[in-house]
């Protein structure tokens, strides 16, 4: 980044606070004072998706973690401390798992190659890959199977938050949060919901994942 573009960031930046400002005197006041958002949402790091542009959203309506194909591995402490901050202190309602289709992560997973550090990361969506193989291996055009591992890696995501003490606990106690799977097309900059049926895999996951103590499994 040249030194000219780097200094265009904060004039950009002086920009939106003096619209922002000329919109609402008060909007810096009332956004330093506290959050209320009702979203998590789990996205990828790619810089095409960024959370609250393609939701339209303000600042302040959603809680945001991003990584590499937007995973939620269990040994991963960011979102684990993500989820827990988000569900059990700002109460969040809905927790969206999104990916998006051309994530260059999914891609990678499908290679076989040796990519060094990322072998361990890509390997969660060669875990979704083996899981699903047999549909994905049916879908002759390399494309089209693409995407469905990124809708099927969404749903498997999904599958690892409702894992959570958290939202199974905050489920149970309050009714919250509903957890979506939503794919982002970057061609067209629609959403798509994938219709994840919350309380159906709620149940199946709490078969052998229940985490409330006193429950049978």
């Known amino acids: 980044m040249s030194n000219e573009t780097y200094q265009r960031i904060f004039e950009l930046n002086r920009r939106w606070v003096e619209e922002r400002n000329a919109e609402d005197p008060t909007f810096f006041e009332k956004l330093a004072r506290e959050q209320n958002p009702d979203f998590l949402f789990i996205g990828c790091a790619d810089s ?41 202190h ?35 969506i060669r875990d979704v890959y083996r899981l699903h193989r047999t549909e994905l291996d049916a879908i002759a055009d ?5 995407r469905r591992l990124v809708e099927l890696n969404v749903r498997e995501q999904c599958l690892n938050v409702i894992k959570t003490a958290e939202v199974q606990r905050n489920f149970l106690e309050r009714g919250a949060p509903t957890v979506h799977g939503w794919v982002y097309d ?11 049926n919350f309380e159906d895999l709620l149940s199946e996951v709490r078969e052998i994942y229940s985490l409330t103590p006193g429950e049978a499994r």
């Open 186 to 196: 970057l061609s067209s900059g629609l959403l798509k919901d994938l219709n994840i």
């Open 90 to 124: 700002l109460k969040v309602k809905h927790v969206v798992v999104c990916g998006h289709y051309g994530c260059g992560g999914v891609m990678a997973a499908m290679q076989s190659k040796d990519l060094g550090v990322l072998n361990g990361w890509l390997r969660e």
């Open 48 to 88: 095409r998706v960024p959370a609250s542009t393609i939701m339209g959203v303000e600042p302040g309506e959603v809680f945001v973690t991003r990584n590499v194909a937007n995973l939620v591995v269990n040994t991963d402490l960011n979102v684990a401390s993500t989820i827990n901050y988000a569900v059990d």
């Open 142 to 146: 390399e494309d089209q199977r693409y």
